[in-house]
């Protein structure tokens, strides 16, 4: 029992962690790869550290809401990145770890997000309220579609026993699989608001998302929207590591050991996964905000593609 | 092994489908020239493979065919042809991309509605492979319907012949004298469509077929 409260706090603690951490090699990978030499991979801990120590400004006719819109996103995050299955399939509070409620959860900090950026008033938090809020009714249907496909190949929503099932039953390739990897890519792009949907280091006002809507915020705020959009990018590698490559998990009643490598290799993953966002981010371009829309129907043709595969299939 | 084999050649088929609904979202020229290319291409591997696992060197040459004519001469010539057009700005649609989108998902199930229950015989994989094929010929009809533009359309042929090659080569015994008929018509039907293009770009300055239209009886 008290080991079972380690391994969660772990966990907890483990994806806090790592979070600025992801976001630092990204952009060093991204300015290595222009040709730049890129700051520091621990420079995104630095940013937070200077965030914290600033005044935070608050507009003046800012309500309540706009006080506590950052800790409330931020704690909904964390406990969607907390409960993935990251280095271990029986943590203590897999049970709540359905992929339906963690969707819910990420739903409810964007929704705070929204509101927050519409409190004060300005133009640019309004635009990147709507934009954010038009790309998110698009992607959710498509994530929904992901996850009935996961659901019908392995019989729950339940996040460690599909990483269980798919680490341990050989069910070979399947088309409907790589169909939903595709959707899930655009899905988390969109939803991370990265290159082509949005482009996270810039403020360039015609184009910005998710920047243009937590424009006003400043100092400690900022800071834990900052560490918050960090944890939901580690959220999304998880999920991916979680459904896609859970090799190395360690089963429900593996020893330290086995946590122990299960650990390694979701840290040696994890890293994989975000050089490869950042080489896919430098061959791309973004698109203008309209055709985000056809973007993310893509997606949505995907998943409804492979569940129909499945169900259809499965029917006769 | 045959486990294997079967699981690559149905990926394969599904790669197919998926270009083909990459074809359907493509909305500039160029695009959708090279999007065709690389189904040629997916299906030469597809057709390779089926010749290895089923023995049967015939399928090499309709694999190589398939490379040869499909992924280099049609879209090389093609692009040739385009430029002098002067169509290199976006394909005019009838419905939007969304649209298409769902009514080729529509036709993917009714495709494995279609095929699911007359194959009862044959197993899961094999099954599947010919229901692909087979969307993915309703994909090309659907492409030729919502495009406007004729180049378009030569494309959403091609495909569909593509899928009509994916289903032949899924079934074994299927005899080189038909593959290469086939190969040599659809040949021959790209030069009676350049031709056609030529002849309706003279004649309205546009290769959009809309203006086809007044030249039906019913109109008057």
């Given at each position: 029992?008290?080991a079972?409260?380690?391994?969660?706090?772990?966990?907890?603690s483990?994806?806090?962690?790592?979070?600025?951490?992801?976001?630092?090699?990204?952009?060093?990978?991204?300015?290595?790869?222009?040709?730049?030499?890129?700051?520091?991979?621990?420079?995104?801990?630095y940013?937070?550290?200077?965030?914290?120590?600033?005044?935070?400004?608050?507009?003046?006719?800012?309500?309540?809401?706009?006080?506590?819109?950052?800790?409330?996103?931020?704690?909904?995050?964390?406990?969607?990145?907390?409960?993935?299955?990251?280095?271990?399939?029986?943590?203590?509070?897999?049970?709540?770890?359905?992929?339906?409620?963690?969707?819910?959860l990420?739903?409810?900090?964007?929704?705070?997000?929204?509101?927050?950026?519409?409190?004060?008033?300005?133009?640019?938090?309004?635009?990147?309220?709507?934009?954010?809020?038009?790309?998110?009714?698009?992607?959710?249907?498509?994530?929904?579609?992901?996850?009935?496909?996961?659901?019908?190949?392995?019989?729950?929503?339940?996040?460690?026993?599909i990483?269980?099932y798919?680490?341990?039953?050989?069910?070979?390739?399947?088309?409907?699989?790589?169909?939903?990897?595709?959707a899930?890519?655009?899905?988390?792009?969109?939803?991370?608001?990265r290159?082509?949907?949005?482009?996270?280091?810039?403020?360039?006002?015609?184009?910005?998302v998710?920047?243009?809507?937590?424009?006003?915020?400043?100092?400690r705020?900022l800071?834990?929207?900052?560490?918050?959009?960090?944890l939901?990018?580690?959220?999304?590698?998880?999920?991916f590591?979680?459904?896609f490559?859970?090799?190395?998990?360690?089963?429900?009643?593996?020893?330290?050991?086995?946590?122990?490598?299960?650990?390694?290799?979701?840290?040696?993953k994890?890293?994989?996964?975000?050089?490869?966002?950042?080489?896919?981010?430098?061959?791309?371009a973004?698109?203008?905000?309209?055709?985000?829309?056809?973007?993310?129907?893509?997606?949505?043709?995907l998943?409804?593609?492979?569940?129909?595969?499945?169900f259809?299939?499965?029917?006769? | 092994m045959?486990?294997?084999?079967?699981?690559?050649?149905?990926?394969?088929?599904?790669?197919?489908?998926?270009?083909?609904?990459?074809?359907?979202?493509?909305?500039?020229?160029?695009?959708?020239?090279k999007?065709?290319a690389?189904?040629?291409?997916?299906?030469?591997?597809?057709?390779?493979?089926?010749?290895?696992?089923q023995?049967?060197?015939?399928?090499?040459v309709?694999?190589?065919?398939?490379?040869?004519?499909?992924?280099?001469?049609?879209?090389?010539?093609?692009?040739?042809?385009?430029?002098k057009?002067?169509?290199?700005?976006n394909?005019e649609?009838?419905?939007?991309?969304?649209?298409?989108?769902?009514?080729?998902?529509?036709?993917?199930?009714?495709?494995?509605?279609?095929?699911f229950?007359?194959?009862?015989?044959?197993t899961?994989?094999?099954?599947?492979?010919?229901?692909?094929?087979f969307?993915?010929?309703?994909l090309?009809?659907?492409?030729?319907?919502?495009?406007?533009?004729?180049?378009?359309?030569?494309?959403?042929?091609?495909?569909l012949?593509?899928?009509?090659?994916?289903?032949?080569t899924?079934?074994?015994?299927?005899?080189?004298?038909?593959?290469?008929?086939v190969?040599?018509?659809v040949?021959?039907?790209?030069f009676v469509?350049?031709?056609?293009?030529f002849?309706?770009?003279?004649?309205?300055?546009?290769?959009d077929?809309?203006?086809?239209?007044?030249?039906?009886?019913?109109?008057?």
């Amino acid at each position: 029992m008290i080991a079972d409260i380690i391994l969660q706090g772990v966990q907890m603690s483990i994806v806090l962690l790592i979070a600025p951490l992801l976001t630092g090699v990204i952009r060093k990978v991204k300015a290595r790869l222009l040709r730049r030499r890129g700051a520091s991979v621990i420079q995104p801990y630095y940013d937070l550290w200077r965030l914290l120590h600033k005044e935070a400004l608050m507009a003046e006719n800012a309500s309540w809401l706009y006080r506590v819109v950052p800790y409330a996103a931020f704690a909904a995050v964390w406990v969607a990145a907390a409960l993935v299955p990251t280095f271990a399939a029986g943590l203590l509070f897999n049970w709540a770890a359905d992929l339906l409620a963690i969707v819910a959860l990420l739903g409810t900090a964007r929704f705070a997000l929204a509101l927050a950026g519409m409190d004060v008033g300005t133009g640019f938090g309004g635009i990147g309220s709507s934009r954010e809020m038009m790309i998110a009714s698009l992607a959710e249907p498509a994530m929904l579609m992901i996850i009935f496909t996961v659901a019908l190949l392995a019989q729950t929503t339940q996040l460690s026993i599909i990483a269980y099932y798919i680490a341990t039953t050989p069910i070979g390739l399947r088309v409907s699989l790589g169909l939903i990897l595709v959707a899930l890519v655009i899905v988390s792009l969109a939803e991370n608001a990265r290159i082509p949907v949005d482009n996270p280091s810039t403020h360039l006002e015609l184009t910005m998302v998710h920047e243009a809507m937590v424009l006003e915020y400043s100092g400690r705020h900022l800071a834990i929207i900052e560490l918050t959009a960090s944890l939901k990018l580690v959220f999304y590698m998880s999920l991916f590591v979680c459904i896609f490559a859970p090799f190395g998990i360690a089963s429900p009643a593996s020893s330290m050991g086995g946590n122990v490598i299960g650990m390694m290799a979701y840290l040696g993953k994890l890293m994989i996964g975000g050089v490869l966002l950042a080489v896919g981010e430098t061959m791309v371009a973004k698109m203008r905000v309209f055709r985000v829309a056809e973007f993310l129907g893509g997606a949505l043709v995907l998943g409804l593609l492979a569940t129909v595969l499945l169900f259809v299939s499965r029917g006769m | 092994m045959a486990n294997i084999s079967s699981d690559i050649s149905h990926s394969l088929a599904g790669a197919i489908l998926v270009i083909s609904f990459m074809l359907l979202y493509q909305e500039r020229m160029f695009g959708l020239l090279k999007v065709f290319a690389m189904q040629a291409m997916v299906l030469s591997i597809a057709v390779a493979w089926q010749a290895y696992t089923q023995q049967a060197a015939h399928l090499y040459v309709t694999a190589a065919i398939a490379f040869g004519v499909k992924g280099v001469v049609i879209p090389w010539s093609l692009h040739r042809i385009v430029p002098k057009l002067g169509i290199y700005r976006n394909i005019e649609k009838v419905v939007g991309v969304g649209m298409t989108m769902l009514a080729g998902v529509g036709l993917t199930v009714l495709a494995i509605m279609v095929i699911f229950p007359v194959t009862t015989e044959e197993t899961g994989v094999v099954r599947e492979d010919l229901a692909f094929a087979f969307a993915v010929i309703l994909l090309g009809f659907l492409m030729m319907i919502t495009r406007r533009n004729a180049v378009s359309q030569i494309i959403g042929f091609m495909s569909l012949e593509n899928g009509l090659i994916l289903a032949a080569t899924g079934a074994k015994g299927m005899p080189l004298v038909v593959e290469i008929s086939v190969a040599f018509s659809v040949l021959i039907a790209f030069f009676v469509f350049g031709v056609f293009i030529f002849r309706i770009r003279e004649r309205f300055d546009t290769i959009d077929v809309d203006n086809l239209n007044q030249f039906r009886g019913d109109r008057g």
